[in-house]
Every structure is written in C-alpha cells, then in structure tokens.
C-alpha cells in the first residue's frame, strides 16, 4: 500500500501549515512544560489562560472519560468497511462481500472481519456527513467540530478552532504529571491548539514502539542527570536542552523559572507509573501479539496504558487512506489488516479490563469515498457519507445510528453533522460544548456552533 505519509493533496508528515496553524508542532515533553509554566494557576499567563473558561464536571464518584482517537487520515471508505451495499450495482458496491458480524442484521466489509466479531461493543454512526471534498477542509471539521473559516475580504483575518485534544487539555491539564494530550506518531493537520497556544499541543511520540529498545523521546534522562555527572544549573540546562524535541516555533512568554519546569520533568522521567505506561515491553507477549507486532497495533497498546493511568486524550494518527487508485487491492493489504486486528484488540481488551466505561475509542477520517468506483478502481473523495466508529463511555453497545441511501450516496435517516458530532464528544468528556471560548486577541468563540447531542449516543 502506498502514500502512508502524504495524500492527494500532497500533505507531507508534520507540514499541517497550509490551513495557518501558525507553526503548531508537536513538542516534546521540556517544550510542554515550559509552555504550561507560564500558564500555573496565580501567574498572570495563568489567569488569562483560564479567563471564560467553563466545564461540566463529572458526578461525583465517577471516573472521568478518557478518549483514544484513532484517525484514518486521508478517508476510509464506508463501503468497505462498515456501510456495505451488497444490492447495489458492481460499479458501486465493488470487489468485497459484507459479512456476518457478533450482531444479528449488522454487516460489515469482509475487509474489517475482526472489527465484526466485536460488533457487539461498538456503535456505527453511518449518518454524520458535511459538505467539504477537500482533505484539509474535512480534516479541519471533523477534529474540530468547526468548518474551515473562508476569509471574506482580502486581507481579513481567520480564526481556526483547536483540535478536539486540544480543548481537553485546556479544560483538564495534567494529570500526575502526564501530558494531557499525546499523539502519535505525528500529529494530524489539524491536531493543535490554534488559539489555546501551545501549552496545549500535543505531546508526539514518534519512532517505532514495535522496535527493539524502543524509548520515549524525552522520557530518558540525559547521562549526566541520571549519572549525577551535572554540578551546575547550567550543566543542566545544557543536559535538558539536548534531549531531542521539535523546535519551539511558538511565541511564548519565554519568562519560564528553569528550576520548576526542570524538576517537573525530571519527575515524570523517574516517576515508575510514567515509565511503565511508556515502556510496551512490559506487557504480557501474547497480548502485544493480539495487538499486531507492528508499529500502529504497538501504538495502539501504548494508547491503552496511556489512558489507563489519566491521560486524557490520545490521538493514534494512520496515514494512507486516500485510495484514488487501487483500493480493492490496497484494501486486502498490511495497512486495513493491522487496522482491523489492532482497533478489534483495543476494544476487546479496555473491555477485559473494565476500562470501556471510562474510555472513549473513536475511529474515523476526514470523509468518505464516492459511490462509483473511477477508471483506476479507486475511490475519490466524498463528504456527502462516512461511517464512523464509537465504543465506550456509554454509547450502546451493537448499535447502527443513521443510515445512508441504497446506494450509499448519502446519509439519509437521521443525518446529523459534525457539529452533533463534536457536541456529544464534549458532553462525555464533560466539557460544556456550548461555552464561549476568547482567541488570544479577546475575540469570542463558541466552542461548538448549534450543535446537537446525538441522543442514541447516550444510553
């Protein structure tokens, strides 16, 4: 299967500053803390951060919601995954079969068959659709909740919304020390905080969790730290400074007391719950192999042992779903296996682990793909339908909410937008999706514009 890092739009890993993300990379552990430095309840960038700030809070006694986002980028096919249309004419429902799945009447693609053995735990939304064709537009919309903004004068300016992890962090902040907001192995276009600043980006895990060795980017202390071959704050500094991270593109208060944002990091690194939830390694063999040793199924189990002990939210990034061409075959491929054996294992063991209930699992792109199959047996792009897959946190468990025509060339029962998507989303993670957020320059903006709660979602 090819294009794993880029799409038809030529989208390139790590370059999301087409859509004016203003240099929004993913930091690495020393950039998140200095950054969150400036915003510690009673500083003065504290205080600002958390002006109009307003959430829903959980009841007392329950657990909060952890969400894993596993996101499709490019737009997986509804045909062959989870709306088949096995009636229609060839040139529409293409080369797969839908199969059986642990539901009675609920089918899917023979290409997902390990996704329908646990039907049972998860709910298909096969009516959420919008209106933008073009991968940088959906991307915004469906991480957001927001449409792309289009500038109505020359010269006028825009406001992006902040990624759905984004708004977690801002709302949550750490816990224990953990990041609130991690993605990996790189982060989606439209994966930052935008006017949340980048205190709230993502912290990216990159490289390979299926490789030998394999350790988190800035997680290891540096030789002199944890030799005790440092004497000096400035041996320190030079020690931190070298441990690999993105660069700091943000225009930040660089006004940051070493001393504090140091020792927080310092105490993740040797804290043994941050070390254990990052070391893969230590798990039982047999479930890494339910997992699929390879990277996305490895990431996949790090995303488990990362909500497991408090992150908030996790986005698992999988490129190469933009099948203009040869899908059929890049469907019978490594890329939709892995998937498939590796999303199936997730569900299977957060359920196994009466982790579900207090985890939101989410997997989607940007859009779904057109009803004819083109000249070149692919797929073109199509926002008109898409299906998209909830387990967890209280969505029924062997649900089909919303369907599409016949055909499958639009939602047609109970349609909702990606605003209803967003809306629900915040409701379970507990935020108010109604709240006026402020940009960095006092403008106000609705987190969620007339969104409206999905009810089925809620049972």
Known sequence: MTGLTHNCAGMPRRDFLQLGLGGVLGLGLTDVLRLRAASIPGSAAGLGALAGRKAILPQAGSKPVNCILIWLDGGPSHYETFDPKPDAP?????????????????????????????????????????????????????????????PVACGASVT???????????????????????????????????????????????????????????????????????????????ALDRMKRYP???????????????????????????????????????????????????????????????????????GGWDHHTKLFDAYKGDTVKNMDRGVAALIQDLDQRGLLDSTLVLLLGEFGRTPKVNKDAGRDHWPHAMSILAAGAGCPRGAVIGATDAKGYAAAVNVHSPEDFAASLYTKMGIDPTQTMHTNTGRPIQLVNNGRLIKELFT
Request: neutral net charge; aromatic residues 8%; contains cysteine.
């Open 248 to 318: 700091d593109r943000l225009a930040e208060d660089p006004a940051v007391v070493f001393d504090e944002y140091f020792q927080q990091g310092v105490a993740l690194v040797q804290s043994p719950a941050a070390q254990a939830a990052f070391d893969v390694a230590r798990e039982d063999a047999k479930i890494r192999e339910s997992y699929g040793r390879n990277d996305f199924g490895q990431r996949l189990l790090m995303a488990r042992r990362l909500v497991e002990v408090g992150v908030s939210w996790v986005t698992v990034y999988l």
């Open 90 to 150: 060839s040139e529409i429902r293409g080369d797969f079969k839908d199969i059986a799945t642990a539901v009675p009447g609920m089918r899917f693609s023979e290409a997902v068959p390990n996704l329908a053995k646990v039907a049972d735990k998860v709910t298909i939304l096969r009516s959420v659709c919008h209106r933008d064709p073009n991968h940088g537009g959906g991307n915004h919309y469906m991480m957001t909740g927001a449409p792309t903004p289009v």
């Open 160 to 238: 992006f919304h902040p990624s759905y992890g984004s708004v977690v962090s801002h709302h949550r902040g750490p816990h224990e020390g953990m990041p609130p907001y991690i993605s990996m192995p790189q982060v989606s276009r439209s994966g930052g905080p935008n006017f949340l600043g980048g205190k709230h980006a993502p912290f990216v895990i990159d490289g390979s969790p299926n490789a030998e060795g394999f350790r988190v980017r800035d997680v290891v202390l540096p030789s002199e730290i944890s030799e005790g071959r440092a004497g000096s704050r400035r041996e320190l500094r030079a």
